[in-house]
């Protein structure tokens, strides 16, 4: 999976992908789990997650592309690749792994095999991604900030201001490929990996 994740990158040619790769893998991004206790809450989880949700993106944009032609200007298939791959980089640096298995009288079961430390950038999700990509140098349109940043947005919206639900609503009616992404990561996360 680690092999067909980097080939798919690279298959964009994107300046900086290089460089994203090289860094995703520093910070145990291909080992790190996809959640702590919920979907893919195993080793190389988040590498299975991204991958899932590339595939879903790239089925649902054909279905799409057929339904309405027109689409295809603003769907490039490289475009769902790293909006789809690279959704979660936010992740890469936040699980850590607990150890279980030692018996503390009754309650040795209930502790989780990961737990979540933002501790070291902690700027939130979809921007995290966002600016952790821009740091690293990969040259990202519009569309592809815009999808990655708001990708959570079902999420994250009952806790914003009214002025970022504005800006979120302003994004969805200019990029299909936030809402393409955004459905994507539902359905992998929760039908395809549930
Ligand atoms: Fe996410
Ligand atoms: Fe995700």
Excluded at 48 to 74: F, G, Q, T, W
Excluded at 127 to 149: C, F
Aim: aromatic content about 8%.
């Amino acid at each position: 999976m680690k092999q067909e994740f980097i080939d798919r990158l690279k298959s964009t040619s994107r300046e900086g992908i290089e460089s994203v790769i090289t860094e995703l893998d520093k910070l145990g991004f291909f080992l790190a789990p996809a959640s702590s206790r919920f979907h893919l809450n195993r080793e190389g989880g988040l590498l299975e997650h991204s991958l899932n949700v590339c595939n879903v993106a790239l089925d649902v944009r054909e279905v799409m592309i057929v339904r309405r032609p027109s689409l295809v200007d603003k769907l490039p298939i490289d475009s769902v690749i790293i909006a789809t791959l690279l959704h979660d980089t936010c992740k890469a640096d936040i699980y850590r792994t607990n150890i279980v298995g030692s018996t503390i009288g009754k309650f040795s079961s209930a502790i989780p095999k990961y737990s979540v430390d933002y501790s070291n950038f902690p700027l939130g999700h979809g921007e995290k991604s966002v600016i952790m990509l821009l740091k690293w140098g990969l040259k990202l349109t519009d569309d592809e900030i815009m999808a990655i940043r708001w990708h959570m947005h079902a999420w994250d919206l009952p806790f914003q201001s009214p002025d970022i639900k504005g800006n979120f609503q302003a994004a969805k009616a200019t990029c299909p490929l936030l809402s393409l992404i955004q459905a994507a990561d539902g359905l992998a996360s929760h039908i395809l990996e549930a």
